[in-house]
T-cell receptor, first 115, second 114 residues
Framework: DTEVTQTPKHLVMGMTNKKSLKCEQH?????MYWYKQKAKKPPELMFV???????INESVPSRFSPECPNSSLLNLHLHALQPEDSALYLC??????????????FGQGTRLTVV | GENVEQHPSTLSVQEGDSAVIKCTYS??????FPWYKQELGKGPQLIID?????GEKKDQRIAVTLNKTAKHFSLHITETQPEDSAVYFC?????????????FGKGTKLSVIP
């Protein structure tokens, strides 16, 4: 099983709303990631969690708030977003193989539209 | 930080021909180089990867080569089929604390013409 599951698949939210994106994996991976992908662009790294601790925050605005409740779950809490935040939000996970990381597997993404 | 250049941005080939996509990277600390295929409306799918201690890796019709000295790696797809049509991304990264920080190239839109 190499599946990373993201919910919801689509989300439309107003600029004053609060919503959350969810990601789940049961591969025993201890690193989980959030990426943002705009249309016709490559994925851009937002956050990295390693062993449930935030290890990388790529200068993401505070209106995006990640959370890793346990080793299988990753959330992205959204508040007061702007229309330019509309994008495909991708979750990924990878295994720690000691001195080298394992392959990173991506979910299908949440298509977010901010109105 | 890492910078990954990918060429070409679009590539059209006849079914059965080969396709080659090339990437260069800037950070000599990068030691992991995956390739992803992304179809419309879907997340990126890992198709092959290579680590810095290996020069070449093959999986059926797909192969990847790595030249660490030149900081250059390439994806080769042989006997292309219409279902190979997609956007392909190369990426480069190095591991730290059990995770990877990947930087992606800008992507290549591959069209296989039946």
């Amino acid at each position: 099983d190499t599946e990373v599951t993201q919910t919801p698949k689509h989300l439309v939210m107003g600029m004053t709303n609060k919503k959350s994106l969810k990601c789940e994996q049961h591969m025993g991976h201890r690193a989980m990631y959030w990426y943002k992908q705009k249309a016709k662009k490559p994925p851009e790294l937002m956050f990295v969690y390693s062993y449930e601790k935030l290890s990388i925050n790529e200068s993401v605005p505070s209106r995006f708030s990640p959370e890793c409740p346990n080793s299988s779950l990753l959330n992205l809490h959204l508040h007061a977003l702007q229309p330019e935040d509309s994008a495909l939000y991708l979750c990924a996970s990878s295994q720690d193989l000691g001195r080298q990381g394992g392959e990173a597997f991506f979910g299908q993404g949440t298509r977010l539209t901010v109105v | 930080g890492e910078n990954v250049e990918q060429h070409p941005s679009t590539l059209s080939v006849q079914e059965g021909d080969s396709a080659v996509i090339k990437c260069t990277y800037s950070d000599s600390a990068s030691n992991y180089f995956p390739w992803y295929k992304q179809e419309l409306g879907k997340g990126p799918q890992l198709i092959i990867d290579i680590r810095s201690n290996v020069g070449e890796k093959k999986d059926q019709r797909i192969a990847v080569t790595l030249n660490k000295t030149a900081k250059h790696f390439s994806l080769h797809i042989t006997e292309t089929q219409p279902e190979d049509s997609a956007v392909y991304f190369c990426a480069a990264g190095h591991s730290g604390a059990g995770s990877y920080q990947l930087t992606f190239g800008k992507g290549t839109k591959l069209s296989v013409i039946p």
